[in-house]
């Protein structure tokens, strides 16, 4: 009986973070705030959600958790800022010593 209360409480999980994981990614991709789109978008994402949840709980991963996603975000935003540090670090080096490279055009007959 706790085996079965388990493997429904994973579902349950699976689903509801599929939900939102989906949800907030179709917000954050449309932009649009107007009910209407909200509602269809909210349409689409249960749907999604009633058929793929299980797919999450039955193949043997954790649960996500807050702290992981909270890390995975800061993750992004770290590697996003090195990123931006290293082509302004390749963009003034090549200004400064005038980057004396013949560029040249090659066209393969």
Known sequence: ????????????KG??????VTFVLRL???LRLEWSEIICGGVVCLIISLFGGHIY????????????????LLYVIV???EIIKANFDAATSM????FEKNLEVIIAQ
């Open 28 to 30: 954050a991709l449309s």
């Open 57 to 72: 709980s039955e193949s043997g991963f954790p649960p996500p958790r807050v702290r992981g996603i909270l890390f995975s």
């Open 95 to 98: 200004i400064g010593r005038r």
């Open 79 to 81: 590697l996003l800022w």
């Open 15 to 20: 689903f509801v973070w599929l939900l939102s």
């Open 1 to 12: 009986m706790a085996q079965t209360s388990r493997l429904a409480g994973g579902k349950l």
